[in-house]
């Protein structure tokens, strides 16, 4: 009956995913925080339903490498449609992942994010696991896109129509700024 809107806010290196229910009609709820763990950044969640709860997937950095960059992990959480938490926050992965994507097909969730994203590592690429309804990894991780010349599968998009997953991947290379930091990306 109700949408889960999710974002991540927060000043002074003090992040939080944060969620609200909005109804069909636009009634907005009030917020409450998702996250457990405080990340000195952010970057954009990910969020699918299996008609009993939501599963909110985020980055979150809690420490530096030497070079000023963050140290990446992805952290994940059901949220019933109340509000309340059926698990504690899980740590999905923690190789530097970036950008999740995510959907249900009815019986599982597909997540999908962009593996080893640090910004001097060669071996960038789109990683795809199974998850079932209660957040359990089902298998081991994959990929299913190649580097194309120096592109590599950076992040995409996982959807579900019904019958099938369609995943889409950027392919690209990231430019870092003289400071050791993302600047952009090239490719596409």
Same mark, same amino acid.
């Given at each position: 009956? #109700? *949408? +889960?809107? @999710? /974002?991540?806010?927060? $000043?002074?290196?003090?992040?939080?995913?944060? &969620?609200?229910?909005?109804?069909?009609?636009?009634?907005?709820?009030?917020?409450?925080?998702?996250?457990?763990?405080?990340?000195?950044?952010?970057?954009?969640?990910?969020?699918?339903?299996?008609?009993? #709860? *939501? +599963?909110? @997937? /985020?980055?979150?950095? $809690?420490?530096?490498?030497?070079?000023?960059? &963050?140290?990446?992990?992805?952290?994940?959480?059901?949220?019933?449609?109340?509000g309340t938490f059926p698990v504690t926050e899980l740590v999905?992965?923690?190789?530097?992942?970036?950008?999740?994507?995510?959907?249900?097909?009815?019986?599982?969730?597909?997540?999908?994010?962009?593996?080893?994203?640090?910004?001097?590592?060669?071996?960038?690429?789109?990683?795809?696991?199974?998850?079932?309804?209660?957040?359990?990894?089902?298998?081991?991780?994959?990929?299913?896109?190649?580097?194309?010349?120096?592109?590599?599968?950076?992040?995409?998009?996982?959807?579900?129509?019904?019958?099938?997953?369609?995943?889409?991947?950027?392919?690209?290379?990231?430019?870092?700024?003289?400071?050791?930091?993302?600047?952009?990306?090239?490719?596409?």
């Amino acid at each position: 009956t #109700n *949408y +889960l809107f @999710v /974002w991540q806010d927060g $000043t002074n290196n003090q992040i939080h995913t944060s &969620g609200s229910f909005v109804s069909k009609s636009g009634s907005v709820g009030s917020p409450f925080q998702i996250s457990q763990t405080t990340s000195l950044d952010h970057n954009p969640p990910a969020i699918a339903f299996d008609g009993i #709860n *939501y +599963l909110v @997937v /985020w980055n979150s950095d $809690t420490q530096l490498l030497p070079n000023g960059t &963050g140290v990446w992990n992805l952290y994940g959480r059901l949220v019933s449609q109340n509000g309340t938490f059926p698990v504690t926050e899980l740590v999905i992965n923690t190789n530097q992942p970036l950008f999740p994507s995510l959907a249900f097909d009815g019986g599982n969730y597909l997540l999908a994010w962009g593996h080893d994203l640090d910004l001097t590592n060669a071996d960038k690429n789109m990683i795809f696991q199974f998850f079932n309804r209660s957040a359990n990894p089902i298998g081991s991780v994959f990929s299913l896109f190649q580097a194309q010349g120096t592109n590599s599968p950076l992040f995409g998009d996982v959807l579900f129509d019904g019958r099938e997953f369609m995943v889409t991947a950027t392919l690209g290379s990231i430019v870092v700024a003289s400071n050791i930091n993302f600047n952009s990306f090239i490719g596409g």
